[in-house]
Each structure stands twice: as C-alpha cells, then as structure tokens.
C-alpha cells in the first residue's frame, strides 16, 4: 500500500484519518511523505492548469491566446511525465523498503528520515 500511495496521494490521506495503531514507524514516514508529495503535487498542477486561463484575461488578442494554451498544454505534459517518472520511483524505493526522503517535501514540511 505504501508503494501505491505515491501514485494515488488520497491513500495517504486515508491513512492520516484513520491510522493504524500497530504501524511501524517506517510506514508511517511513507505515507506522511506520500501524503505531502500528493498535496503539493495536486497545488503544482492546479496552478499549470490556472496560469494560461488567467493569462488570457489579460491578453486580448485571439492569436497570442491560443500560443498561450498551446505552450500551456506542452508544459502540462512535461509536467505531468515529470510527476509520473518521480512517483515511479519513490514508489519503486518505498515497495523494495527503502527509507529515503523526497528532496523537496522535506524541505517544504521539515520532517526527515532522520528524524525518525
């Protein structure tokens, strides 16, 4: 399941309403990291999708709009490859039991292996 929860982040949001009291400490770093790698991910691509709409309230001409949306969507790809290949292999780490840090999540929330 830990595995799973880089790909699929409302797992790891399951798992943080109802925790399971017989948990090690390693599954739950996992899922705190999964959850957090989700979360930010989910705000990083809501925010690709947002910028070319708000950018098209201030460009008025037609032409230049759909150049927008059409770097917007190759960007969007690039993005979404980039999120792909990422939870490809932090969830490859986690299913061979793997303690490691997602490099900007543990920037971002403050919570290393380390600290655990």
Same mark, same amino acid.
């Given at each position: 399941?830990?595995?799973?929860?880089?790909?699929?982040?409302? @797992?790891?949001?399951?798992?943080? =309403?109802?925790? &399971?009291?017989?948990?090690? !400490? /390693?599954?739950?770093? *996992?899922? *705190?990291?999964?959850?957090?790698?989700?979360?930010?991910?989910?705000? %990083?691509?809501? !925010? !690709? %999708?947002?910028?070319?709409?708000? +950018?098209?309230?201030?460009?008025?001409?037609?032409?230049?709009?759909? /150049?927008?949306?059409?770097?917007? @969507?190759?960007?969007? #790809? #690039?993005?979404?490859?980039?999120?792909? =290949? @990422?939870? !490809? &292999?932090?969830? &490859?780490?986690? +299913? *061979? #039991?793997? @303690?490691?840090?997602?490099?900007?999540?543990? &920037?971002?929330? #403050?919570?290393?292996?380390?600290?655990?």
């Amino acid at each position: 399941m830990v595995a799973v929860a880089y790909f699929v982040w409302p @797992l790891a949001l399951y798992e943080r =309403v109802a925790p &399971r009291e017989e948990a090690s !400490a /390693w599954y739950r770093f *996992h899922m *705190h990291q999964a959850f957090w790698f989700g979360l930010i991910s989910g705000a %990083l691509a809501v !925010a !690709a %999708l947002l910028w070319p709409l708000l +950018a098209s309230f201030v460009i008025s001409n037609v032409t230049i709009t759909i /150049w927008v949306y059409a770097i917007a @969507l190759l960007l969007d #790809g #690039g993005l979404l490859t980039w999120w792909f =290949v @990422l939870a !490809a &292999r932090y969830s &490859r780490r986690a +299913a *061979h #039991g793997d @303690l490691f840090d997602v490099p900007w999540v543990s &920037r971002l929330t #403050g919570s290393t292996s380390r600290n655990r």
